[in-house]
């Protein structure tokens, strides 16, 4: 917090946003070991939120200029001032709670933490195999939230035991990010009020780009997450919760 609110770069974000998912897992989990992790968890949902716009602008950007649209382009000189503003709302709210006695003192737990892991598999392998059948990217990008979430809890509890796991949840998560990041920059590209043709013709590209990362997420989840996989992922949840 203290590294992106006295510079937002690009990294300071990305490791922000990444440690700031984790403690929302972990907020989540030892709900009940934690003093006011109701109200941390509502200024960590903040905080995620400021950075993910700082990031999601990040990524469109360099997706740009990835495939060949000039720095000098209309599009990339919006995104950059974007950007801009958006860091600078995320350097104000992170610096207003860094005054602020965020941090509760904790003591050892004594009870069992609330894993409810195989609940959380159930549901997530459900939804799995309804989404893997869609095209709607809002759907989509919902079940890579929840991936993320499940993946942050097993490194939490057992990442050893839950490595194999780990793996496959990550390349989903991957393979929708990508589509979720494709998404991003076309819609941004879209809804400018004047494109150059180079902008026009980009937005389309990516609009395939979604495409084929919804085809590489499928192929993926068909391989990965069958039935013989959601038996042994059960069993494992069990040994870990019991």
Request: contains cysteine; positive net charge; aromatic residues 6%.
């Amino acid at each position: 917090m203290y590294r992106s609110a006295e510079a937002p770069t690009e990294k300071s974000v990305h490791d922000l946003r990444v440690i700031i998912n984790r403690t929302a897992e972990a907020l989540r989990i030892f709900e009940d070991e934690i003093p006011h992790a109701r109200r941390l968890r509502k200024i960590v949902k903040q905080i995620r939120e400021r950075a993910a716009a700082v990031r999601d602008r990040d990524v469109s950007r360099r997706l740009l200029l990835r495939y060949r649209l000039l720095k000098s382009d209309h599009a990339c000189i919006y995104l950059l001032g974007q950007r801009d503003l958006a860091a600078e709302q995320l350097q104000t709210f992170l610096r207003i709670q860094l005054e602020k006695e965020l941090l509760p003192t904790l003591e050892k737990a004594d009870r069992k933490p609330r894993i409810r892991m195989e609940a959380q598999i159930v549901e997530f392998l459900a939804n799995g195999s309804i989404v893997a059948d869609s095209n709607n990217v809002a759907e989509l990008h919902s079940f890579r939230k929840s991936a993320k979430r499940l993946r942050y809890t097993i490194e939490i509890i057992d990442p050893d035991g839950g490595g194999k796991w780990l793996t496959r949840l990550r390349r989903i998560q991957d393979e929708l990010g990508q589509m979720h990041d494709a998404r991003v920059a076309e819609q941004f590209l879209r809804t400018l009020p004047s494109r150059s043709q180079a902008a026009k013709l980009l937005a389309s590209r990516l609009d395939s780009k979604v495409q084929a990362h919804i085809a590489a997420f499928r192929k993926t989840w068909k391989r990965s997450f069958g039935e013989e996989s959601e038996k042994a992922w059960l069993s494992w949840a069990h040994s870990v919760e019991h």
